[in-house]
């Protein structure tokens, strides 16, 4: 696996036919949304590549979050929209990012705020249709590891992953200091955000650009799932990595080569 890992830069080099050359990419902005059981933290890599070839870089922490302290009381998946947007500001033409959960916020902030959204890149992420929850779209993954490690707390209102299944579920392609530390500092996720429908129209929603980035070896998201959500999406625009559900940990130089040239 580690030896295919290696090999993705030459192939991604000749994706669809296209040459990606980071020293020649156009400024733009890049907005990153993390997943569940992550934080912003968790791209600093990505950011360092993207800021170097030249582009404007936002990693948006959720609240409830890294190092955030807000109530799991307060955490809404509106809410975790609004930081997003917050970020944004004024900002157009913005190619939004979402990883894993971070899929679902992106899809509610391109619905509500559509004309500043260029383009929608779903890094192994949940792309839901309307009226569909996290909850709603991982009861159909028949490859996800999650129901050997899930522990779900409904008295305190978060869900967690078994200390022993966090590489596996993740990061099992993560260099050891990277998994080591994720293990370590991991916390459970807000339940309720993920039990929450998004709403999206044809109209709004619909007609942005989006792009789906394939993880093979992913035991959070089974590839199956994926290519099912990028297929209902119509899209067809797609990169395949041989890596976990975190690429950004053990490919962070290809995916920042990936978001720099589809922000162009």
């Not at 949304?33 to 992550?38: I, K, R």
């Not at 199956?224 to 999406?233: G, P, V």
């Not at 797609?238 to 890596?243: A, F, G, K, N």
């Amino acid at each position: 696996m580690r030896k295919s890992i290696t090999t993705v830069a030459v192939i991604l080099m000749t994706a669809f036919g296209v040459p990606i050359q980071a020293n020649t990419v156009s400024p733009s902005t890049i907005v990153i949304v993390h997943g569940a059981w992550s934080s912003a933290k968790d791209f600093k890599d990505v950011e360092a590549a993207l800021k170097k070839s030249g582009n404007e870089v936002i990693t948006v922490n959720l609240p409830g979050h890294g190092d955030d302290k807000t109530p799991v009381t307060a955490l809404t998946l509106q809410g975790y929209v609004d930081v997003v947007k917050k970020a944004i500001g004024t900002r157009k033409n913005i190619t939004l990012v979402g990883h894993s959960f971070g899929g679902m916020v992106i899809s509610e902030t391109a619905e509500q705020i559509p004309g500043q959204i260029k383009k929608l890149i779903y890094l192994c992420a949940f792309l839901p249709t309307n009226g569909e929850s996290l909850f709603s779209i991982s009861g159909a993954d028949k490859e996800t590891h999650i129901g050997k490690y899930i522990q779900p707390d409904e008295k305190l209102g978060v869900v967690g992953i078994a200390k022993e299944g966090i590489l596996d579920f993740f990061a099992a392609d993560a260099p050891k200091k990277i998994a080591d530390g994720l293990v370590a500092n991991f916390k459970p996720e807000p339940m309720g955000p993920l039990a929450t429908p998004v709403t999206l129209t044809p109209a709004n929603f619909g007609k942005i650009d989006k792009v789906y980035i394939f993880t093979e070896y992913d035991h959070a998201i089974g590839l199956t799932l994926q290519k099912s959500m990028a297929k209902t999406a119509n899209i067809t625009k797609t990169y395949s990595l041989p890596t976990s559900h975190t690429p950004f940990f053990s490919q962070p130089a290809v995916v920042a080569s990936i978001l720099s040239q589809e922000a162009k």
